[in-house]
């Protein structure tokens, strides 16, 4: 998979397939692959670019001070070096915040956005669980797996996959770089993007599990209510990750029909 230099790192990504493009951004601890599946569905249709973001699977980490400006800045850049003049987006979460920042920053170069388990700001009801991220990032790898994950998947998936989840923790413990994962932990400190989001003329659809803890449900309305041209997609005993296996056909066709209508 090829490399391009963006800002003061090389920064990791691939493309798929052929036709309009989509960006693919992945949340906080991921990597271009969070989106195996979902590329793999999309490539048939679009060309797909995912990539992975700077302190995160191969991209460096880089010795700027993390932002999400800086994040978007990136893409930015590489979207300029790979000749991409217009694209559809979609953000998972932390990479839903750097999409935001990418649609109201830079509209000319967005054509659709698809919006997943994020918000325009860090509310008062939100400070809690990111101080409990932080704190568990501080303390390990392991510790900051044992406390997201609960976060992430459904109860039941949890209590059927222990043995699995065990394993990909001490397996991902040897890959992650998470000084990478606190430094872009840090950049929610101050993250509100309320103020823009009226701005937003492009057409958005918002994914949202019904069971997320960790972005509470009238922080979605805030988001869905504030943008002209959004509906809202709601998925149940999902928690902040939509794309689980039992959600995924569904989830597909909702994206690829969104992205195809004229």
Known sequence: MPYK???DIKIHYKISGEGFPIVLIHGLSNDLEYWKYLNNYLKDYFKVISLDLRGHGKSEEGIMEYSIQL???????LLDKINIEKTNIIGFSLGGHISLEIITKYPQIINKAILISCSARIRSDMVEDFKGIMKSSEEGFEEFFDFIIGHILPDDILNESKETLEKQ?????KKRNINGIRKAIKTHKNYDQYDDLSNIDKEVLILYGEDDTIIP??????LNDNIKNSRLVTLKNTKHNVLIERNFD????IIKDFLMEK
């Open 5 to 7: 230099d963006v800002n």
């Open 71 to 77: 994040f978007a800045d990136d893409i930015i850049q």
């Open 169 to 173: 923790k001490k397996e991902l413990a």
């Open 217 to 222: 449900r009238t922080a979605i309305d805030e």
């Open 250 to 253: 569904y989830v597909k066709e």
